[in-house]
């Protein structure tokens, strides 16, 4: 047997959590289970919470505020000890208002990352210091190792490509790493399915996934226009690249970028017309024909490497721009304060403020960001490289 180890196991009461805790309960660990409730069970706007596919947390079904008592089902069933860590407070603040503020600054937020890391995996290991535990554990499809030469911890892409979740996790850092484990990233959805039939977790079926965990309504406008002033609802025009005015809108936080339906405009073929950027000084919507949805360069903030990386030369790799993008060459230059510039070697369609953009070397996440603007970018003084 392994090193018999204390884990502090983050549960949802899905399958995922429910498998990696029996993983580690029958491989000999001594395993505690801990639910997060980030959201009060009477709060309507949060309830019935689901994730897209695994980026929020510890299993594919992992915010709800409603499977505590799934979880200590499970906890009584593998003889495990359960803790409840509340996380209301930080959730709203963190997560659910970092959603809505971004919206309102025309960005398009991925809440799964702060969640990730300013709740769920910070929340986990202040209660793992408190009981002593030495390691925490999540259901996420990722795997960690470690390199005894070097003494770093690598992040890599989960063995089931379709259900990998290190898009979410690229704010890791070594001191995270070195101390988390994540058993289901060497298998695949349907073996941990099969694991959850041998073990006999009492599991409930769990409910369909929508797009963004903590809204009930997949329509997250509602959602948005209830938390916010009706001064901030405020309409605007629509306006072509090239400056004509064809239509008006009610408000830019009801549109993405890539979006071609959901505005009226005064044009010929109007299907033709994609969202292509946002002006909040004027309070206008962009359009143009889907060309313009092209572009190369970025500028990014809240730059992060998950190992370190010499920032004094560009870096040539891979990156993703969404979840689901096909990853992409690019080279990325590192400036101060946490800034860098990339550029594709190819034309990347949609690219949005506001999303992650992730660093990847083959299996490996290098790091991400968080993308700050799109075109062509004037240089930045006091940057530590210009090659």
């Not at 009610?250 to 946002?278: C, D, M, S």
């Amino acid at each position: 047997m392994t090193e018999r180890k204390k884990i502090l196991v983050g549960m949802s009461g899905g399958v995922d959590s429910s498998v990696t805790a029996a993983l580690l309960k029958n491989q000999g660990h001594d395993v505690i289970g801990a639910f997060i409730q980030v959201a009060d069970s009477n709060d309507n706007q949060l309830r019935g919470l689901k994730e897209e596919g695994g980026g929020a947390g510890f299993g594919a079904r992992c915010c709800t505020s409603l499977n505590q008592e799934d979880v200590k089902r499970i906890c009584d069933q593998l003889d495990i000890p359960f803790y409840l860590i509340n996380a209301q407070e930080e959730f709203q603040e963190k997560v659910v208002d970092y959603f809505v503020h971004e919206y309102l600054q025309s960005r398009i937020p991925n809440p799964c990352v702060p969640c990730n890391i300013n709740i769920k995996l910070k929340k986990l290991h202040e209660k793992a210091d408190s009981l002593e535990c030495q390691w925490i554990a999540t259901g996420h499809y990722a795997q960690i190792t470690y390199d005894s030469t070097s003494g770093i911890h690598h992040l890599e892409k989960a063995v089931d490509s379709l259900n990998d979740q290190t898009y979410f996790l690229h704010h890791l850092t070594q001191k995270v790493l070195k101390r988390t484990l994540m058993p289901l990233g060497g298998l695949t959805k349907a073996m941990v399915g099969r694991l959850a039939t041998e073990f006999d977790l009492l599991l409930t079926q769990e409910r369909d996934a929508q797009k963004i965990c903590f809204i009930d309504d997949p329509q997250y406008i509602h959602f948005i226009e209830s938390r916010i002033a009706p001064s901030l609802m405020s309409a605007g025009m629509i306006r072509t690249v090239e400056g004509a005015i064809i239509g008006e809108h009610e408000g830019l936080y009801r549109f993405t970028i890539g979006q071609n339906a959901g505005f009226e405009i005064r044009v010929k073929e109007p299907e033709h017309y994609f969202v292509v950027g946002f002006d909040p000084k004027s309070h206008a919507l962009i359009v143009g024909e889907e060309k313009f949805l092209y572009k190369k360069e970025i500028m990014a903030s809240h730059l992060n490497w998950v190992r370190p990386i010499n920032q004094l030369q560009s870096i040539r790799c891979k990156a993703k721009i969404r979840p689901r993008h096909e990853e992409a060459f690019c080279r990325v230059t590192c400036f101060e304060n946490e800034i860098a510039h990339i550029e594709f070697d190819e034309d990347q369609r949609a690219i949005a403020p506001g999303q992650m953009i992730v660093f990847y070397d083959a299996q490996e996440v290098l790091g991400g960001a968080t993308i700050l603007s799109v075109g062509e970018s004037p240089g930045i003084p006091g940057t530590l490289t210009s090659k």
